[in-house]
Structure formats: C-alpha cells, structure tokens
C-alpha cells in the first residue's frame, strides 16, 4: 500500500521513492477502464462469431440444500411409541456406520413411524435413503391433502401414491433413494412408515414387528432432487458463482469466480472442444471402466442441474470413465480441463494417454485444498467456487490415434468401491494448444469458439493518437504464450496498409516492448500479469514494467500515420488469451520515471 509523506509517495514493496511529478501531469486523451466500466467505449469494434463462456462477478445459483436438521440421525426425529429407532446400526451408502434400524416394537395396531418436519414456500422436492430389512416396503406420507407416496424396497419400484410425483434409483448394497416432488407449500412435514405392501393407504395402520433401514433424508425447495448433503443441527442452503454465456458479437468482461474481483476485457484466440458430449459422462461415448455414472445430480458450475457422479463400482479394480480417438485429435501441443467436486471422495486422479508417448499429462488433484500432483506434462487449477474447481493438463502429443482421456474417482490405485462413494465431474474439453482457453460445452459433435478481435480505426483512431509523439500504458492478466515466435499482443498501432508492422507494436505477452519498425527487443521478462508503460517522439522509445525502467532505444522519423489499433492481439494472430482491465494512451512522451511511477506494483 502506497502512503504519502512530505509531498512524496513511498512504495511499501520498493526501496526508490516517488516524487508527486514523476506522476502523469496531463489527462490521456485514451482511456478504456475496462475492470470498472465493464462497458466497450462505443469508438471500439469488437467480433467474435460464436457464443463463449465467462464469470460475471455476481450472478449466484443456489447449490446444496437441505432444510431438515440431523439428516441422518434418525433417532433424533420424532416417533410414534410403537417404533424403536436403533442409531448406527448398518452400513449406510456412502460406507459409514450410521444408517438406523426403524422397528415396530408392539403388536398393537396403529401408525408406525418417524417424522420430522419444517414449514417453507415454494415447491418442495423430499428424499430419503432406505433398505429393506424385515419389511420390504415403506411409505412417505404429508400432513395434510391426504399425500403419501409408497416404495418397494425388494424390487426397488414404486407403489400406489396420490398428490405427488415419486421415484426410486437404486444405490447399491440394496439401498434405495425413494424421492416425493411437487409438493406444494401446504404439505411441510414426512413422516417415514412400515407398511405392509406396496398398496397400502395414506398413514395404515398395522401390527407389524418388522425393521428396515433409513439414512439421508433431504428437504430440497425446487422441482427435482440433488446430491445428498448431510445436516446435524442446522439445515444447509449454499450459493455458487454461475458460469454466462455472452451472445455472439458480445465482449466478455471476465472476473473471478471467487473473489469477485472484475479482470476486465477477455480476448481470446478460436479454440475448438474435440470432445463430444462434454457435459454427458453418462452418454455411451464416455467408456466406464468400473465406474458408473448418475447423471444430473449436482448443480453445475454454470448453474443447471447437469453435473454427473462418478463412483466406482463395487471392485478393487481400477476404476475411471475414459474417452478414446477423440474428434480431430489434436498433433503436438494439447491440453484437456474439466470441473471436479469433491463428494465422499475429495481426490481425483486424471491422465491424458497415448500408445505413442504414453502420459502425456497425469497427475491428481485434492478437490478440498486445491493442490495438485504432477507427473507428466503441466497441470493446473482453478477455483470456481463452493467446491468446484476446474483442472486442466498440458503435453506434447504425437498421436493421430489411439489418444484417450482417463478421469479417476478418487485416484488410479487399487482400493474398494462401494457403488456409491465418488467425485462430481462436469464440463470436460480437449483442445489444441499449450494452456486450457474458456470452457465450450458440446453435445452431439465439436463446437469452435469462434476468434475474437477489438479495434479502433480510422477517424476513431486519428482523435486521440499521433504518429509522432505520445505514452501508451497497460495492465494485463496472466497471459499464456500461444505462438513463441510471434508473441502475444496487447495494444498493436498499424499503419493504413495493415500488414507492416511499421511503427509502434507496444507489447507482447513476455512483456516485451518492440520499438518501431526495427524490432528492437526492450526486454524479454515472463509474468503471470502486470503492468506496462511505452513513451516516444521523434527522438525514439523509452519503455518500463512493474516500476523497473527497461530503457531507451532511438529511432527513424515515421513517414506514414497510423490509422488502427488492436486491443488483445494483432490483425489476424498473437492474442493475449488473457484478460486486460485498463489501456491509456498520452498526448505526450511521459518521462523515464513517470513510467516507472505508473507501472509500479
């Protein structure tokens, strides 16, 4: 943090003090705010022929809800006197010891059940896990409107219901999830009976002595059930970040999905997913390898409820869900990502393979701390919030064939499934290139995020620049170096030809600043973002980054105006790929340490 003191400012992180002069002392005649204003200044053209993906900062989806306390402590609900509730009594799906027996303890004929209730608005979703014990069969019944549902818990189908929509997914282990939707606000409460058939009527009453097993129940305000979440004292509602998309020709002002934090203006090279189906692991393309998959569990990172469970099966072999010969695979410099949740298991393991190179990116990820473990290739990632988190790998691939991509619930060893326990998986993408680009969701066949290019040209241009003297400054994002030998631009001034770079390249993504026509190299520094300052006049170039001078370069008088200017890249190559928050352009050649003033951390 920067404090002034007796007309200086001292930099907190620098030994050099500024003086308040080496500050700009004249308004830019350019400035575009890109992270504030959120909004293109109406002189820029901007294209992309494609929709494209992006946070916003601040649109919100509710995630994980479930409105019942002690959700799988079933002995703390209410009961009637002619049931016994035996806490932690049997295996429950997810592996732990603490699914409950429910019994009838008397031969006296009446209710039997448990019940646990709270009042809400809106169209309500009810679930709960059960297993058949001694009894095969179990009814969910409302307190008012005569609304029950029943459940086979021996052939794992429904019975006889009325007033509501009820379904049954078999678990595993003979545990079933029996799940009661469209209930109304009037009906608040469950109660979870013994009956003695498949047909029995709302609240039966009868003399059974028989048990069965109950776990996980859940109260969702929504039309449709998600993934368990488990209570004790307080019920659980969470909000997640949500992925947009922007509309075709629409700037992308990118920000983090966590913080908030607004990044600026995203540019982007085309980029194509050469992978189908990227959102349904489900869908017979994706090979399961002792994996199943229950698809449309969990909400997304873009908001819907089409993120997919992976689990492994119940084996000790080794187990992932596995793409192979993706479309148009791509040669040479490749990279897949994906969106991972941490569910029973908070580890997953992840290879890109081929019969040629072998591991072309492998390693894992703890989907709780967000750390990774490398050992092919380069693997990053992302926290996109509340649990998710997008990995990606890079390697160099040779294979026209054969390429597969394996993804691993909890990780590639030898362990025991149990059909149930396993990772949330969403958004998967393989696609040229050396770093992973926004996702691009598929379906049925690959889609191409189309290229995007911002410009300001002609009479535009001419009102705030001059061939012959000014300062251009910028801040930039992490940048990933697409085409070394081209370099990644982030402001390009073009004369009227267009293909000679003739008189002033600012910036490129190793943060160097090419002089003029005669490429003369200010500096050669990798950084993950930044800022970057280039003055001129007649006399030449003075350049600096981060508060550091990079020096001075002299040059030819300019014979020809410039009359465009790209913002991101060139004309038809070196895309930043990268967010910039702001660009000013000076009328005047700022001094040396005006530059350095100005790009000080």
Known sequence: MAIKV??????????????????????PSLLLDFANSKTLDPRITFTRGSTATYWDGKTTAKAEENLFTYSQEINQWNRTANVTVTANSITAPDGTTTA??????????????????????????????????????VQAYFNTGGVFANFDLSTGVTGSSSGVTSSIVDVGDGWYRCIISNLSDTYYAMSIQLISSSTAGRAAASTLQTNLY?????????????????????PIVKYQPVLQTAASGEARFDHDPVTGESKGLLIEEARTNRLTYSEAFDNAVWVKGNVSVLANTAISPDGTLTADKIFKNNTTSQASIQRFSFSNSPVGATTYSFY??????????????????????NGSANLTNGTVNTTDGTIGIENAGNGWW?????????????????????????????????????????EEGSFPTSYIPTSGSTVTRAVEYASITGDNFSSFFSNQVGTIYCEYGQIHEGDPTIGERLVTVYPDNGTVKYNLEAFRAEVRYEAAWDGVNFNNETRSGGKVAVAFDDTGFSAASLGVSQGSVTRQPYSQQSTKMYIGSAILYGHTNACIPKIAIYPKRLPNATLQAMTEE
């Open 340 to 361: 991972a949740k941490a569910a029973e298991y908070d580890t997953v393991g992840f290879t890109l393979y081929n019969p040629t190179d072998g591991h072309v990116a």
């Open 390 to 430: 997008r990995i990606s790998g890079s390697g160099t691939n040779t294979a026209t064939t054969g390429n597969g991509l394996y993804i691993y619930p909890k990780d590639s060893t030898s362990y025991q499934g149990n059909s149930y326990s396993g990772i949330y998986i969403w958004g998967a993408q393989v």
């Open 214 to 234: 109950l776990w996980g129940a859940q109260k969702e305000i929504r039309d449709s059930a998600t993934a368990y979440t488990a209570t004790t004292t307080s």
């Open 6 to 27: 007796s007309g200086t400012e001292v930099i907190s992180d620098d030994k050099r003090i500024l003086n308040n002069e080496d500050l700009p002392d004249i308004r």
């Open 100 to 137: 409950d027996t429910i019994a009838g303890n008397t031969a006296t004929s009446g209710t039997r059940w448990v019940n646990m209730g709270s009042s809400h608005t809106g169209n309500a979703t009810y679930s709960f896990y059960a297993k058949a014990g001694t009894n095969d069969y």
